[in-house]
């Protein structure tokens, strides 16, 4: 009994302990002021939303505010962009502050958890270059997906556990955490087990995992499984639906939909989310070019009011 209580006392102090009850909220969990019991979350917007409409950082930014969004997901691609228009990081760092925004996280792409020791090294120079802008513009956290090993099944998990602890250890220098993403078509961290697994094992008090509800589908994963995470492993959920036609095995990123506008059980992982004390940011993460057709101001609006609607219903 001893070594069982010390086990789980390891697994929580990482935050990624199974929830002890289907009601139960972790300890130090509590609700953000200004959020209710029927919405309990905090609502994000991944920039990759409007792409299309080619707009600038700063121009997200301030529509993102105007909208209603919590938090804000930028992509480190245009960051490089606004840099090399003559951008100050830290001047939008401010700006996105003063309009009542946090970053909650940003999506880079760097060789981490590859075998090979010299991309390896390549890409840990890479995410410390992301890691610093993301610190530059007062970002909390940045995505740590399986990039460069999407065509490999022979990575061995317990040695991506200890690229993954090297990763965070990198970020502690820089204050911003990554995220270990589940990447649904890719063959490496498909699914929700194996980057709870990586997470678990590299033995980082801040490791954590970036779930996403269109991965979790295109992976494989059950979406029951959330229900064995503790909440506190979870910082930011991308948030969408999808349609039941294609068929998984067809199915791409562009035909992400709204959320409520699909199949994804999204009303039940809402509650599973509440119930093992997740107080995050759902993150509104599209990429549909149907959407991209369109105003910017009006997909981000509807884009808000439906996962509010999703919340809202679910734990009415």
Same mark, same amino acid.
């Given at each position: ?5 010390n086990?789980?006392d ?7 302990g ?6 139960a909220?972790?300890?130090?969990v509590?609700a953000?002021? &200004?959020?209710?019991a029927?919405e309990p ?9 409007i792409s299309?409409?080619? #707009?600038s950082?700063v121009?997200e *930014?301030e529509?993102?505010a105007?909208v209603g969004?919590?938090g804000l997901?930028p992509?480190?691609?245009e960051?490089?962009?606004y840099v090399? &228009?003559g951008?100050?990081?830290k001047?939008l ?5 003063? #309009? &009542? #925004?946090s970053?909650e996280?940003?999506?880079g792409?760097f060789?981490w958890i590859?075998?090979d020791?010299e991309?390896?090294k ?5 995410a410390?270059?992301n890691l ?8 909390k ?13 022979d990575?061995?998990l317990?040695?991506?556990?200890e690229r993954y602890?090297?990763?965070l250890?990198?970020g502690?220098?820089?204050?911003v955490v990554p995220q270990?993403?589940v990447?649904?078509?890719s063959k490496t961290l498909t699914r929700l ?8 094992d590299?033995?980082h008090p ?9 991965h979790l589908?295109?992976g &494989?994963?059950a979406f029951?499984?959330i229900?064995?995470l ?13 349609p039941?036609?294609?068929?998984r095995?067809e ?6 939909v ?6 994804a059980?999204?009303?039940d992982l *809402?509650?599973d989310l509440n119930?093992?004390g997740?107080?995050?940011m759902?993150s #509104?993460e599209?990429f549909n070019?149907?959407y991209?057709?369109?105003d ?5 609006k509807?884009?808000l009011?439906?996962?509010r609607?999703?919340?809202?219903s679910?734990l009415a």
């Amino acid at each position: 009994m001893t070594t069982h209580l010390n086990r789980r006392d390891w697994l929580a102090a990482l935050g990624l302990g199974v929830a002890a009850a289907s009601t139960a909220t972790p300890p130090g969990v509590g609700a953000e002021p &200004g959020r209710s019991a029927s919405e309990p979350f905090g609502y994000c917007l991944n920039t990759s939303t409007i792409s299309g409409q080619k #707009l600038s950082i700063v121009e997200e *930014v301030e529509l993102a505010a105007k909208v209603g969004y919590h938090g804000l997901e930028p992509w480190i691609r245009e960051l490089d962009a606004y840099v090399k &228009g003559g951008g100050s990081l830290k001047d939008l760092g401010k700006r996105i502050a003063d #309009l &009542g #925004l946090s970053v909650e996280s940003a999506i880079g792409f760097f060789d981490w958890i590859v075998d090979d020791d010299e991309r390896r090294k390549k890409g840990l120079e890479e995410a410390k270059r992301n890691l610093e802008i993301v610190r530059a513009i007062g970002g909390k956290r940045l995505a740590a997906p399986p990039a460069g090993a999407t065509d490999r099944t022979d990575i061995d998990l317990r040695k991506a556990a200890e690229r993954y602890r090297i990763l965070l250890e990198l970020g502690d220098e820089f204050g911003v955490v990554p995220q270990a993403e589940v990447w649904g078509f890719s063959k490496t961290l498909t699914r929700l087990g194996e980057a709870a697994q990586v997470a678990i094992d590299c033995g980082h008090p801040k490791a954590c995992i970036l779930p996403d509800a269109y991965h979790l589908y295109k992976g &494989g994963s059950a979406f029951s499984g959330i229900r064995l995470l503790n909440g506190n492993a979870i910082h930011v959920f991308h948030f969408n639906d999808y349609p039941a036609s294609p068929p998984r095995s067809e199915i791409t990123d562009a035909q992400r939909v709204y959320p409520g506008d699909g199949v994804a059980p999204l009303k039940d992982l *809402v509650r599973d989310l509440n119930a093992i004390g997740f107080k995050g940011m759902l993150s #509104l993460e599209l990429f549909n070019r149907d959407y991209w057709k369109q105003d910017a101001a009006s997909v981000l609006k509807t884009g808000l009011e439906k996962m509010r609607a999703v919340v809202r219903s679910a734990l009415a």
